[in-house]
């Protein structure tokens, strides 16, 4: 048993020094926080977030208005005519239906265009990633990983090669 374990450790280390040979350079990109903190990235955030806002206060306007109703039909609504209060009832109802239905198109056109900009910076990040590996000359460059070696991270240079374009 002794000489099968000799046999397959000296069968084995060959191959893993022939590895090792062939991955002389790694590279890590944390595409996460290249999302989150690259110029590009906060950049079309608030772009986003300009874009976006005239229609989040309109919301915001609506629900106010619905929860002002709301209030008004609270400590109102006992001493007004069946009629006023129905009608103040249906308002209500419509004006929150009408938000219901503003809030979804907003969530989706907030997510739509979210989705748009993100693929546009992933985009120039593949490309900045591909000009360092080849510049560079990497062997390997990972996005994901289970774990990383810190010295191997090149996140910080994809960013300064995304922030020169």
Same mark, same amino acid.
């Given at each position: 048993?002794?000489?099968?374990?000799?046999?397959?450790?000296?069968?084995?280390?060959?191959?893993?020094?022939?590895?090792?040979?062939?991955?002389?350079?790694?590279?890590?990109?944390?595409?996460?926080?290249?999302?989150?903190?690259?110029?590009?990235?906060?950049?079309?955030?608030?772009?986003?977030?300009?874009?976006?806002?005239?229609?989040?206060?309109?919301?915001?306007?609506?629900?106010?208005?619905?929860?002002?109703?709301?209030?008004?039909?609270?400590?109102?609504?006992?001493?007004?005519?069946?009629?006023?209060?129905?009608?103040?009832?249906?308002?209500?109802?419509?004006?929150? &239906?009408?938000?219901? &239905?503003?809030?979804?198109?907003? &969530?989706?056109?907030?997510?739509?265009? &979210?989705?748009?900009?993100?693929?546009?910076?992933?985009?120039?990040?593949?490309?900045?990633?591909?000009?360092?590996?080849?510049?560079?000359?990497?062997?390997?460059?990972?996005?994901?990983?289970?774990?990383?070696?810190?010295?191997?991270?090149?996140?910080?240079?994809?960013?300064?090669?995304?922030?020169?374009?």
């Amino acid at each position: 048993m002794n000489r099968l374990s000799l046999y397959v450790v000296a069968f084995c280390l060959p191959m893993t020094s022939i590895a090792a040979a062939h991955a002389e350079k790694l590279g890590f990109v944390n595409t996460e926080r290249l999302l989150r903190e690259a110029p590009l990235s906060v950049k079309a955030q608030k772009k986003l977030e300009k874009e976006f806002s005239p229609r989040e206060q309109e919301l915001q306007k609506m629900a106010k208005q619905a929860k002002d109703i709301q209030a008004q039909l609270d400590k109102d609504g006992v001493t007004m005519s069946d009629s006023d209060r129905k009608n103040k009832e249906r308002d209500l109802a419509n004006l929150n &239906r009408e938000f219901q &239905r503003q809030s979804r198109e907003f &969530r989706e056109d907030l997510n739509l265009r &979210r989705n748009e900009e993100l693929g546009s910076i992933q985009e120039k990040a593949r490309k900045a990633i591909l000009d360092i590996a080849k510049s560079e000359k990497f062997d390997l460059i990972v996005e994901q990983a289970v774990y990383f070696n810190p010295k191997i991270d090149i996140t910080d240079r994809v960013m300064k090669e995304l922030g020169d374009k």
